[in-house]
Nanobody, 128 residues
């Protein structure tokens, strides 16, 4: 079972940028899909962006389209999330996950219980 170590979060002003990283134990090529999720205070986990490893197809939640970009470095077994034009409503703890079979939209919209425990993630705070 893969382990995930998210990093790169921090405090940023509205309109700023951050790049999150997620180191995945084992080979990322064993996964079918990778994805980023977030949980804002008092809210459920939300699928932010998911990518198919085989062909690079991507899915973005409506709230982040045009601002966030997901990418993968297969050689480093690392998933990235470039976040631009950040808004206060992007404030959340961000997590990454992989899956061996779900499609990109399915992975980003599946019930949160599907992934079990979420670990620590990385905190992103957008505030002036």
């Amino acid at each position: 079972q893969s382990q995930f170590v998210e990093s790169g979060g921090g405090l940023v002003q509205p309109g700023g940028s951050l790049r999150l990283s997620c180191a995945v134990s084992g080979s990322i090529l064993d996964a079918y899909t990778v994805g980023w999720f977030r949980q804002a205070p008092g809210e459920e986990h939300e699928g932010v962006s998911c990518m198919a490893i085989s062909n690079g197809d991507t899915y973005y939640g409506d709230s982040v389209k045009g601002r966030f970009t997901i990418s993968v470095d297969n050689a480093k077994n690392t998933v990235y999330l470039q976040m631009d034009s950040l808004k206060p409503e992007d404030t959340a703890v961000y997590y990454c996950r992989t899956d061996p079979s779900l499609g990109i939209q399915a992975m980003c919209t599946v019930a949160v219980e599907y992934f079990g425990s979420w670990g620590q993630g990385t905190q992103v705070t957008v505030s002036s």
